[in-house]
C-alpha cells in the first residue's frame, strides 16, 4: 500500500532530500494536537488539528511526522489551515530510521515569532480494521478491531495532545489502557464515555519524531467495537470509457469484483435461515443482500450481468440529464441486487454498463479547437475501498493533441499511463491507481482534437448519406457545447 500525496512535486521532493538536516531546530511549538478517529469498515476518516507555534522568525515549513504504520494505511491525506479548503503544497522527506515518514507542508504566509496557525491534516486510511472474531456464524453481530499508535508524533515539542476514537454504534467491547505514561498525564490514561474512546490529554511531550521517544513511549492501542454495516472492498475495478463522436455517446463499462470483507462465515450458508431473518426484518450486519450506486443523470441502456447471465432483480431509475454547471445534485440510482446475499469473505463479480449523451460531459473549446470530456475515475460503492483500479478511457478515431488533467496529482509509481491505439485504431488512454476511497472519486479530463481530414483517412467505409448527417451533427455539437464551455481544472 502507499500513502497518496494530494500534492507532491517531484522537483520538490528532490530538493528537499538534500536540505533535510532543518528538523533538529526547533521552528515550531504545537501548543495543542487533537486527533479524532471516525471508526468505520474499510475506510477509517482521521482529522488531525496541530494549534501550532512558530518559535523561529519567518517560519514557513512546517513538518509532519507520521509512523511507518500509519503511513502504509493512509489512503489518502490533505493539509489545509483551518476554515479552508484549499489544501496546502507538501512534500516527503527521506529518514534514515525507517520508522517514520517527515512531510514539509508549506505555509501559505511565513509566521513571525510567536505566531499561531491551525492546520487541519484530513486522512482516509484503508485496510486499518479487520473483523474479530475473523469468522462468525450466519446470524452473529459483526464486529471489528482497529490499531493506532497512542501518539501523535512530530519533530516537536508539543505542550497538549488527545485522540478521540468514535465508534458508529455505542457498541465498545474493549479498548487497550496505555502504560507508562504517568509522567504524560495526572488523570486517567484513557476514558470512555458512551461511543467515544479518549486517549489523554497528555502533556508536555519532547519532540517525538525520534527513535527514542518511539522506543520508550510509542506503543499500540487497539479498540474493538460493533459494526452493523458490511464491510465492503472493491478488489478490482475495470473501467472503460469510449467516447463515440459518430452516436455522440458516452459509453461506460465497469468490470467489479466485489468482497465482503467482513468475518468469513462459520458454516453452510442457509437460504432457509436467511429468509427467516428477512421475513423478521433483523438484519444481519454482515452480510451484504444489495448495493444501491448513484449513477450519473441522464443516462440510458444500463445493463448490469455477472457470471451467470443477466440481473433481472435490480432495479434502475433514471433522472434526466443536469445542464452542465448547474449546482443540482442529480444522480439515477441503481439498486444492485445480486443473485444470492454476498456472505462474510465471499467475491462476486458483476458487469455494470450504460451510455450517456456525450454532450453531457464534453464541451469544445473553439478558441483552441479541442474537445474536453469528464470521465469519473469510478462510481463510489458507498463505504468500499477500492484496491485496484484501472480507468481505460478510448477516444474518437484519429483523436490527435490528446492531453489530460489528473484528479488528484501523484507520483508515477502510484500512476501510469499509456498511449495506444485499440483493435479499431482508436487512441486509448490507461491509468491505473490502487487504493482509492471516497475522496478519489473524482474525474479525469481529457482534451483533444478531431480534426476533420482524420475521418476522411477512411472514406471508404463512409456512404454519402452517413457522411453528410455526421456533419450535420457535428455542426450542432459544436453549438451545443460551446454554450456549456466547462471550466477545466
Ligand atoms: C513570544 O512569547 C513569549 C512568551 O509569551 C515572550 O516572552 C516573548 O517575548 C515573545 N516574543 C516575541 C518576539 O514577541
Ligand atoms: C440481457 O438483457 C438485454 C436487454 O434486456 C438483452 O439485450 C441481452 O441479450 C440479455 N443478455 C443475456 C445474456 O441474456
Ligand atoms: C475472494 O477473492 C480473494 C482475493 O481476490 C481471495 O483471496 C479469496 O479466496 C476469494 N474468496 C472466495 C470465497 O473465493
Not at 512530530?154 to 502504560?179: A, E, F, M, W
Request: aromatic share 10%; charged share 20%; with cysteine.
Amino acid at each position: 500500500m502507499a500513502l497518496r500525496w494530494c500534492t507532491s512535486l517531484p522537483v520538490l521532493l528532490l530538493s528537499y532530500v538534500v536540505c533535510s538536516l532543518a528538523v533538529e531546530i526547533q521552528s515550531f511549538e504545537n501548543t495543542n494536537i487533537l486527533r479524532t478517529v471516525e471508526l468505520g469498515g474499510s475506510q477509517v476518516q482521521i482529522t488531525t488539528t496541530f494549534a501550532i507555534k512558530a518559535l523561529q522568525p519567518n517560519a514557513k515549513t512546517y513538518t509532519l511526522a507520521l509512523d511507518v504504520d500509519e503511513q502504509e494505511k493512509t489512503s489518502w491525506l490533505e493539509v489545509r489551515l483551518k476554515g479552508q479548503q484549499e489544501g496546502l503544497e507538501m512534500a516527503p522527506r527521506e529518514d534514515d530510521t525507517g520508522r517514520y515518514v517527515l512531510l514539509d507542508v508549506t505555509l501559505p504566509k511565513a509566521l513571525a515569532v510567536n505566531g499561531t496557525a491551525n492546520l487541519i491534516v484530513d486522512s482516509i486510511q484503508t485496510g486499518a480494521t479487520f473483523p474479530w472474531p475473523e469468522k462468525a456464524a450466519q446470524a452473529a453481530d459483526q464486529a471489528l478491531k482497529y490499531r493506532s499508535d497512542l501518539f501523535v508524533i512530530s519533530p516537536y515539542k508539543t505542550v497538549t495532545q488527545k485522540t478521540k476514537l468514535r465508534s458508529p454504534s455505542p457498541g465498545v467491547i474493549s479498548h487497550t489502557t496505555p502504560k507508562n505514561v504517568e509522567s504524560f498525564t495526572l488523570g486517567d490514561p484513557v476514558t470512555k464515555s458512551g461511543a467515544t474512546i479518549t486517549y489523554g490529554p497528555y502533556q508536555n511531550i519532547p519532540a517525538s519524531a525520534n527513535s527514542k521517544f518511539l522506543d520508550e513511549h510509542q506503543q499500540r492501542v487497539i479498540i474493538h467495537y460493533s459494526y452493523e454495516h458490511p464491510v465492503l472492498e472493491v478488489t478490482k475495478l475495470k473501467r472503460a470509457a469510449e467516447i463515440s463522436h459518430w452516436g455522440s455517446n458516452l459509453n461506460i463499462q465497469d468490470e467489479v469484483v466485489l468482497r465482503n470483507a467482513g468475518p468469513t462465515l462459520k458454516g453452510q450458508f442457509s437460504r432457509i435461515d436467511y429468509q427467516h431473518s428477512s421475513y423478521y426484518k433483523k438484519s444481519v450486519s454482515h452480510v451484504i443482500p444489495a448495493v444501491t450506486l448513484h449513477l450519473p443523470a441522464g443516462i440510458r441502456d444500463a445493463y448490469y450481468y455477472d457470471q451467470i447471465g443477466n440481473v433481472s432483480t435490480s432495479r434502475l431509475r433514471t433522472t434526466p440529464s443536469v445542464p452542465k454547471g448547474s449546482q443540482a445534485n442529480q444522480y439515477s440510482f441503481l439498486e444492485l441486487r445480486p443473485r444470492y446475499p454476498i456472505m462474510g469473505g465471499w467475491n462476486y463479480s458483476f458487469t455494470l454498463g450504460w451510455d450517456a449523451p456525450l454532450a453531457d460531459s464534453t464541451s469544445y473549446d473553439s478558441k483552441s479547437g479541442k474537445y474536453i470530456v469528464e470521465v469519473p475515475v469510478m462510481t463510489t460503492i458507498p463505504g468500499a475501498v477500492v484496491k485496484e483500479a484501472e480507468v481505460k478511457i478510448v477516444l474518437p478515431e484519429g483523436a490527435t493533441d490528446i492531453s489530460y488533467v489528473e484528479p488528484f496529482p501523484s507520483t508515477s509509481w502510484m500512476f501510469t499511463y499509456k498511449t495506444y491505439l485499440d483493435t479499431s485504431g482508436r487512441p486509448t488512454l490507461l491509468f491505473e491507481y490502487q487504493d482509492l476511497t471516497i475522496k478519489h472519486a473524482q474525474s479525469i479530463y481529457v482534451s483533444y482534437k478531431v480534426p476533420f481530414s482524420a475521418h476522411l483517412q477512411k472514406p471508404f467505409a463512409v456512404s454519402a448519406a452517413i457522411f453528410i448527417s455526421f456533419m450535420f451533427t457535428l455542426v450542432g455539437r459544436r453549438i451545443d457545447l460551446t454554450l456549456h464551455k466547462q471550466k477545466v481544472q
